[in-house]
């Protein structure tokens, strides 16, 4: 299976700093038809898992433009630039591009 | 609005069968995959499996395959989880999803408890 190793485990912040989220996988997560099937998810304190970024980059409805998504191959980041109250949680990176599905271990956000 | 309301959960001995149930609402259920995923007390979180929209075809992890089992009946706009000879490792919070594309799972139940002890 493709083990995603997120870091940092816990990132403590400041409300209006920028965070940043490390996700790595043990293999390369470009499918064959170009595509690179990497998302992230969000859970909020006591709430289930919400989907932020789809395909490395691609924000889902709704989700604010400070929530940006990058990277390619193995290495992906999620940035969160200007924290607000309501991003603190725990997030999640999880690849579909090789089966199965894989999550990464998670990363807690919270105030410093 | 869309919702999936899952049920089922609770205690259950070693070696025991549970089946878990999510009924979906404001949403055309039978035009979906759907998926099944767990989180650990530990906070892990793993894809269990999913099931095609017209229930043709489904796929799991492979560590879980020979003892889950994903139905769907879209008549009751319901997703179904059997679990056969549960461990103390299948101890977890249960979550059904409704999965857009690769699989963005973009709609997340509210979790369905299950506990295996003796």
């Known amino acids: 299976d493709v083990v995603l190793t997120q870091t940092p485990v816990s990132l403590s912040v400041t409300l209006g700093d920028q965070a940043s989220i490390s996700c790595r996988s043990s293999?390369?997560?470009?499918?064959?038809?170009?595509?690179?099937?990497l998302e992230w998810y969000l859970q909020k304190p006591g709430q289930s898992p919400q989907l932020l970024i789809y395909e490395v980059s691609n924000r889902f409805s709704g989700v604010p433009d400070r929530f940006i998504g990058s990277g390619s191959g193995t290495d992906f980041t999620l940035k969160i630039s200007r924290v607000e109250p309501e991003d603190l949680g725990v997030y999640y990176c999880f690849q579909a591009t090789h089966d199965p599905p894989t999550f990464g271990g998670g990363t807690k956000l919270e105030l410093k | 609005e869309v919702q999936l309301v899952e049920s089922g959960g609770g205690l259950v001995q070693p070696g025991a069968s549970l089946k878990l149930s999510c009924v979906a609402s404001g949403f055309t259920f039978s035009d979906y995959w759907m998926s099944w995923v767990r989180q650990t007390p530990g906070k892990t979180m793993e894809w269990i499996g999913d099931?095609?929209?017209?229930?043709?075809?489904?796929n799991y992890a492979p560590s879980l395959k020979n003892r889950f089992t994903i139905s769907r009946d879209n008549a009751k706009s319901t997703l179904y989880l059997q679990m056969s000879n549960v461990r103390s490792e299948d101890t977890a919070t249960y979550y059904c999803?409704?999965?857009?594309?690769?699989?963005?799972?973009?709609?997340w139940g509210q979790g369905a408890s299950v506990t295996v002890s003796s």
């Open positions: 999803t409704r999965d857009l594309r690769s699989p963005e799972m973009d709609a």
């Open positions: 293999q390369s997560l470009e499918y064959s038809d170009g595509y690179t099937y």
């Open positions: 099931i095609k929209y017209d229930g043709s075809y489904t």
